[in-house]
């Protein structure tokens, strides 16, 4: 199976990408692709795939990060489009249970975007206390950007259907987080721990960040939706409709010629893991 967990070991960091549930979707619905090249593609953009929707956990020396914890049943509610017949995928918590990895060991949660399929999870409904936040000692990152944007990220949920919450307002996501004093928002690139880097990377949304973990010579990004499609690599112009193209471009060749020069793994939030090769001027995925 293309979209099952795996680990990857870069050097002094484990990193596994455990798969919150496969989505099933099309190239159209992700990637805008312009006119006089939709013949070149044919049915290809509407061929239904399943992609994964990826929660990435990053075990260091001093920290247990993990990056867009998911809740597969409340961003694909059972019966919806987008859940695969007969399909139940194991959740997060019990995926992190057989790594050995507890709720409470969480020192950190990433949210590279505000689209929910990337922070379902912050949360749990405990029968007494209601929404609680899931990783009780974790402080969660996400950009600023992101946090007070919210009346474009809410015309562009409205417009295009990206599933998304009002913070301020939301009783049971990241306004409970933030209730619980474990928000913390980003302003630009930060050195996380040693080893771990988050680096801003908007377009996709104003507060749009990746992580970049280098240990021992090699390197690993968990890249958000920077990409949603191998076919958006190599054609970093086409994108999402809610993206800022000019933004979102600029993000994309700063990651594209850092990866593909420091021979790096990508972990991008729906794609199977792979790499990107520079061949001339332009950049490819390849499947890891
Ligand atoms: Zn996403």
Redesign the pocket.
Known sequence: MANSRCTYLVGDAKVSVLNSGDSVSTIAEVVRVPEEFRGAYGKKLDAKYLAP?WTIHIRLPNASILVDPNDYDLVCPPGSASVPENYKPAKVEDQLLELGVSAEEITHVVITHR?F??YAGVTKKDLIMGYVPSYPRASCLLNKADWESSKKLEEDAAKYGVVLMDPEEDFRSLGVVRRANLLQLLDGDTELVQGLRIISAPGETPGHQIVRVAFGGKTLYCI??LYHHSIEVEHPSWMAPWADPSTNAESRLALATAASSEEAIVVA??MPVGRIEKSGSTFRWVDA
């Open positions: 929707i689209h399929d990337h958000g939706d939030g729906h």
